[in-house]
């Protein structure tokens, strides 16, 4: 699968770029380079990545950290490869019409035959161009309410990893945060081949989010929908959950009758009471799947069940892991917990998946 000329790859900056995403999506991209001098890929130079913007020159990025913006967009009339990395959001939101110019360079490309992707966040300036009106994308969980109501016309997914749409999957969005990851090696793999990204993979050890970004997302209920009766009932429950019949005793304080609260909740939270309730206790075991010793089945009934088997089902429903599995990603490994050390005062050696 090796091309005789690179794939032209333009790293789109603007200043509200996140400066880990952009460097790090730069250096992973070049990486088939850096493997050939190791003697570990093939010869050839699949892509060919440049960091571009409204104009070339120095460009402070969110974070205040300086870089290089190597080439305008103005000077670039044609890209096979067009990424906008992770963006910044400010307490507003994201202000619309601000990069005018960027925003229809993107359109340009893209009519061009280039691949128009975003990482995390950068998805917001690229819905801009009205292209992934009517498509599948994906976004940081943490912004989807934001960019919900700003892109309506965008089907946005936060629980997936990676979504390629469009006829020719030429609109890719990766989703929350470090997703970039599975971006960059999704393009690695489509034009140079799946041995190449999985090189790649493993010379920087980065790991493919196979499990999708649910087990990742808080649930936080929603709150907004100005209905004092089932706020009520939300702020009760949250300290509740765990009661037996908490849905009757919701139903019993509101006031109302179960057939009312029922359609009142469901139309105010966009969920059943059983299943907000099943969010909340599902929330409470992953915390203490991170933060405790205690057993799956101790856990359980800690939330609010009394069968365990039942528990299981839920929990890998909602979070696509079982409990162990989640507990086992995502507690505090014993290496980086204070005071690992060995009886010799030395740090105390790690045995991992990866070790040996």
Not at 252 to 260: I, M, Q
């Amino acid at each position: 699968m090796t091309r005789p000329e690179p794939l032209h790859v333009s790293l789109v900056a603007i200043p509200e770029a996140v400066v880990s995403t952009l460097s790090g999506i730069f250096d992973v991209m070049n990486a088939p380079a850096m493997l050939q001098a190791t003697g570990q890929a093939p010869r050839g130079r699949p892509f060919r990545v440049e960091i571009v913007g409204l104009k070339s020159g120095p460009l402070e990025l969110a974070s205040r950290v300086p870089i290089t913006v190597q080439r305008s967009v103005a000077d670039i009339e044609a890209t096979d490869i067009a990424i906008v990395p992770s963006v910044l959001l400010g307490p507003d939101g994201w202000p619309k019409g601000r990069h005018p110019e960027l925003v229809e360079w993107c359109r340009a490309m893209h009519g061009r035959g280039a691949l128009l992707c975003s990482a995390c966040s950068g998805i917001f300036l690229l819905a801009e161009t009205g292209l992934f009106d009517g498509v599948d994308a994906t976004v940081h969980y943490g912004y989807a309410k934001t960019f919900a109501s700003a892109f309506p016309d965008v089907r946005v997914h936060p629980e997936r990893v990676l979504v390629a749409a469009g006829r020719r999957e030429e609109l890719i969005t990766s989703g929350a945060a470090m997703t970039w990851h599975d971006l960059v090696l999704y393009l690695i793999a489509r034009y140079t081949g799946a041995t190449e990204a999985q090189e790649v993979a493993r010379f920087f050890a980065l790991q493919w989010h196979q499990d999708g970004l649910a087990p990742f997302m808080v649930f936080e209920g929603r709150k907004d929908h100005g209905d004092l009766a089932i706020q009520a009932a939300q702020d009760w429950v949250a300290t509740h959950f765990s009661v037996a019949s908490p849905v009757e005793e919701m139903t019993r304080r509101a006031g109302l009758s179960e057939r009312t609260f029922k359609r009142r909740f469901t139309g105010a939270t966009g969920l059943t009471p059983v299943v907000y309730v099943q969010r909340l206790r599902i929330e409470d075991a992953k915390r203490r799947l991170e933060r405790t010793e205690a057993s799956v089945d101790e856990i359980s009934w800690q939330a609010g069940y009394e069968e365990p088997a039942f528990f299981r089902r839920l929990f890998k429903r909602l979070t696509g892991l079982t409990p162990g599995a989640y507990r086992k990603r995502f507690k505090i490994p014993d290496y980086a917990r204070p005071g690992a050390q060995d009886e010799h005062g030395g740090t105390r050696a790690v045995k991992g998946p990866m070790a040996g």
